[in-house]
Structures are given as C-alpha cells and as structure tokens.
C-alpha cells in the first residue's frame, strides 16, 4: 500500500497541463488550455484542462478528473498504478507499507499480464545484452541492420533463445503460472508441454503512449518457410492491435513538437529512422489504419504523412484506411520511397538531412496520389476509368464539407481534369455518396432507437422516489450549493464573516436529500470550524473517495466565457470581479430558501386541517401569508424555473 504522505507529495508535484500534454496536443485559452478530447473521436477541440484548479472536462463527452484519473483511464491503469506512474514520472521516492503474501497475490492477480510482459522485456532485453547466444545471434542480426546500443535500449529489444522452454522456465521460477504465460502469447501447450513462442527470435516490445509493455512483436532470424517471419503478441485485456501504434511512446513528443506524424509499415523501420534523427514517426505494424489508431495520431497532430515503398504492395497499402483519416479532418499526404528503397535503407544510405528534403520535395495529397495511382493502373480501359471515377469521388466525398469546402471543391476541379469528366457530373456524384452514408447512418440510427432499451423504462432508479419526476433537478440545486461553498466559502458577505458561515446559518443539513451531498456538506463544515478555515479546493479535487473525486471534476469545471461577438450581437455580458460570487451566491442559496419556506408552508397546512381553535388558526394563516410574500419576493427576484418542483407538492 502507497502511504498517505507519498500520494499527498505526488498531487502536489503532478501538474496536469504537463501530464495531459504528453499525450495531447495543448493550445492556451485564457486561462485554461483546450484540445481535441482523447476518449472520443471529435473534429472541434470540447476537451478544457483548468491548470488553477488541476482538473479536466471535456464537454463533448463529459469525461472528467484530476490529473490522477487522467493517467487511469488514458492508459487503462488502477489507482495506486497512476499514483506509481505519477511518481515516476516526476522521480518521486513512494513510501509504501510492506505487503502480506496474500496481498502480494491479490496484486499479481489484478495486474497479470501487465506485471508479467515487464518481467518479459527485461528478461529477452537481459538475454540479448548478456548472454552469449543473445550477443552471438540476436545482437549479430541489429548490428547487421546498423542499430546503436543507444537505439538497442531505447527501444528495450530483445532476444529469445532457441532452447525450448527457456523463458517459460524463467518465469515459471519467478512465480508466473503456465495459464497466464499461455494467456500472454509468450508460452504454448503442446501435447502437455509447454514452449517459448518466440524462441530463436529477436524480441519488438510493444508500448503504450506511457511507455507500458502491451505486447510483442517477434521476428525470426532463421530461414524455415513453414514459420510466419514476424509473429505478434495475441489480443487480450492488454494487447488490440487496431488501439496500438508501434514507436509512440519515443516518438510522441517529436511529433507533437513537429506536428507532423510519420507513418511507416514495419518496426524496424521506426527504429532506424529514430537512429538517423528522425523522431516523429511510428509504424501501424502492417495494418491499415483504424479510428483508433487516428485518435492517438490525433491527440499530437492533424498533419499526417504516409511513406511506404515504391513497389506495388507499397502503393496498395499505402490507399487503405485513408479515406478514414480524410473524414476526421487529418491533413493527409504520402511519400513514395525510391523504387527497391524503404526507409530503413534510404535512411541509413543517404542520412536524415536528405531524408527530410526528399520527404518535403515529394509529397503528394491522398487525391493527386490516388488519381496518379489509378491512372497508370487504369490506362485506356473504360471499365477501370469508370471505377477509377467513383473511388476518387467516394473519396472527395469523405472530406468535411462544412470545414474544408475549398479543398473539396480544389480536388473536384483538378480530378475532374485530370479524369478528363465533365466536373458538374463528378460533382454530383461525389454528392450522391454524400448522400448514401448519410441515409445509412440514418439507418444505423433508427435501427439503434428500434431496439428496445430496458435502462430507458419509467422505472425508479435506485434511491429515487418513483413519484418524483423532477429528483434530478434537486440534486444539481444541491450540488449546485456545495460549489458555492467549495468556490466562494471563503469570500466575505455582507453581514457575515464569510459565504460559509451565512450557509451555515441558513441551509439546515436536513435540506439536503443526496446522501454523497450532505455527507461533504458537514465534512465541510466540520472543516471549517475545526481549522477556522475553509477546505482549499484541491481537498476536495483530489479527495480519498473515487465517487467524490469524479463528481468535484465535473462539478467545479471552469465555466465559458460569454463570447464578444454574443456581447455584440445579443448585448449579453459575463459578470465581472465581485458581483461573479455574490450572484452565484445569491442565487443558489435561493432555492432553499425557498425549499425551507414551502416545507414549513406544507407543515402548516397540516396544523390548520387539524386545529380547532379559531385564534390559533389566525395565527397559522397570518404565518402562511407572510410565507407567500417571502415565497414570491425570491421568485420575482430571481425567476420560477429552477424552484418548479417545489411548488405545492
């Protein structure tokens, strides 16, 4: 277990703008910083990082957190593993109990494949640096493909023996069972026993945009034609091979710098263009491109060039998954090596400085590209020009026309031309296919809202009353009225010593349904009059409970500034300096105020049903009219919407 005192030193170091912007791509607004959201595909930037508050929200999705939960559900990790990659990261020393063997097995259950694939790459990294066979073969062959120790290490790769069960042997002893090594891809049973999978072969860790081992990727080193030349770790928890980019985690921080992301087909090629100083690259492993894949190029850059071989397979390869990254946006173009060249040769044979000028000098756009393609493919044959037509007009059809209607309209002129078509007649083509994909996304939809959805039945959810329709209202009021306190508690108030102590006085704990709400409302306030001070805001951001922390990262997002141009227009102003607090303050406290006044108007409504005696009704009734007058004073004071469930339950 990870002491208090450790977590507590790694939130104070952790600075969010740092940690997301090794995975995103920043731009300063204001105060804040904005940028495409990493956990849902967007084109326009709805992801807001508060650097004040050490919180993100994204208002497209509604993910939100502290800088902790950032890690834990970009990388998939647990909490104490973000607290560990946190530490790490800023090389903080965590002071951490001593772990029964039972906890130390709950641990490796949890972590499995995650604890085991470090094991791996350190033992084949170990094997190939210090072992006669590693240095006699595996060493042997990266030496032969010109690789540095620097590049060897950077990259962690490896080298596993051509014995049997040397690995799974080594493992077995260091505690990892046979079902998690078969789970793992790493061992196989055959015939009740087991052997390595990659024996005989040099070793590709596979890493995450934090640097975690996923997976690997194994080439061997001898000719056998009935074994594959590259074999790859199975998809499990850990691995998806659609989710991963080859050569991100070392390469991230050139690309976001650069803003320009390379995409080569294999691992070596990554490696050896790493080696020769170009560092923005990352490979798709051989396969075409995915939405997942895009998201993670996305989160550095929207500028994505594709260099593939000049050979045939090369030019194939290089037009699958484009048309993907066309409709979200990238700014796509693609780079013919020369004939027999990949970049791993061209790199080493002519350096990075000529790499760069011939990759700048002859890059082309996916349309003049495909066109160029098809037109030495096509020739004179109608039937393939034909064909040749409605694939460059799927593929004009994919850019967003909204946001990119000259390019469209550039790249329908010069296909037009070039296709020698009549370009009115490519034009509506283009727009038929338009068309189609958003008629079969309509259907996708209507199909989707046909099938039937239990969780959207009228039934209460639990801790709802089933009579109540407006609950939900209720509980933004009193979540609402904790922001207050969180944000403003410690602002003075007229008549008061501070915004808390006026809450204080006037919301009674009973007030509050939500059990989360009032059990941090007296939490608060215990606070508050323990210390003689308000809890600071990161109390409550980086609070120990789970449910606690999501709600405040949500809750206590900054809010937009009113635009300029909604000022022009609409004469809508943002209120400014003191008046932000005292309005939000006011309004607030509003709602219950008003919720005190008609629960005591309820209560009196009952006394007189039952009360006999004349005098004491007057009494009731000159108490209720007054009530009404407080009641519609708040109203016209501050508007009806937000106090509707409350009236006359």
Known sequence: MISPASIQEVMNRADI????????????????????????????????VSPAKGIYKCFGCGKAGNVVTFVQEHEKLTYPEAIHWLADHYKIKLEETERTPEQQQKQLAEEGLRILNEFAANWFHDTLLNTEEGQLIGMSYFKQRGFRKDIIERFRLGYNPERNE??????????????????????KNRNGMYHDVYRGRVIFPIQSMTGRILGFGARILKSNEKAPKYINSPENELYVKSKVLYGMYQSRQAIGKQDECLLVEGYTDVISLHQGGVENVVSSSGTSLTEDQLR??????????????GDPAGIKAALRGLDMALSQSFNVQLVLLPEGEDPDSYVQKSGAAKFHEYIKSHKQDVISFRLEVGLN?????????????????????????????????????????????????LINLINKHIRERIENEQKHLRKEEALPKPELLDL??????????????????????????????????????SVAKMVEEQVETNLLEDPLVNKLFVEYMDHYNRFGATPELHYFINHPDQATRDKMASLLHPRPDISHKWSEKYGIESLAGTMIYINDVDSTLAYFKLKK???IQNQLTTKLSFEKDPIAQGVYQQRFLELRQMEREILKRHGTVVFKSYRHK
């Not at 993670?296 to 071989?309: F, V």
């Open 166 to 187: 040397a690995f799974y042997n080594a493992a077995i002893k260091k505690g990892y069972t046979a079902e998690i090594l078969e789970r793992s891809g790493l061992a």
């Open 460 to 497: 209460p959810q639990e801790g709802e009353p089933s009579h109540d329709k407006n609950v939900n209202a209720e509980e933004q009021q009193e979540w609402q009225l904790l922001r207050v306190l969180i944000e403003h508690g410690h602002q003075p108030y007229e008549g008061y010593e």
């Open 17 to 48: 703008v740092d940690v997301v912007g090794q995975f995103v791509r920043l731009k300063k607004r204001g105060t804040n910083y904005i940028a495409n959201c990493p956990f849902h595909n967007e084109k326009t930037p709805s992801f807001n």
């Open 296 to 309: 993670l190029i996305g989160q550095l850059t929207r500028n994505l060039t594709i260099l593939y071989d």
């Open 377 to 425: 493919e096509a020739g004179t044959d109608p039937v393939k020009r034909s064909k040749l037509v409605n694939e460059i007009a799927e593929s004009i059809s994919r850019i967003n026309k909204a946001e990119d209607f000259s390019l469209q309209a550039h790249y329908s002129r010069e296909a037009a031309r070039k296709l020698n078509v009549d370009e009115a007649g």
């Open 597 to 599: 006044i008609l629960l």
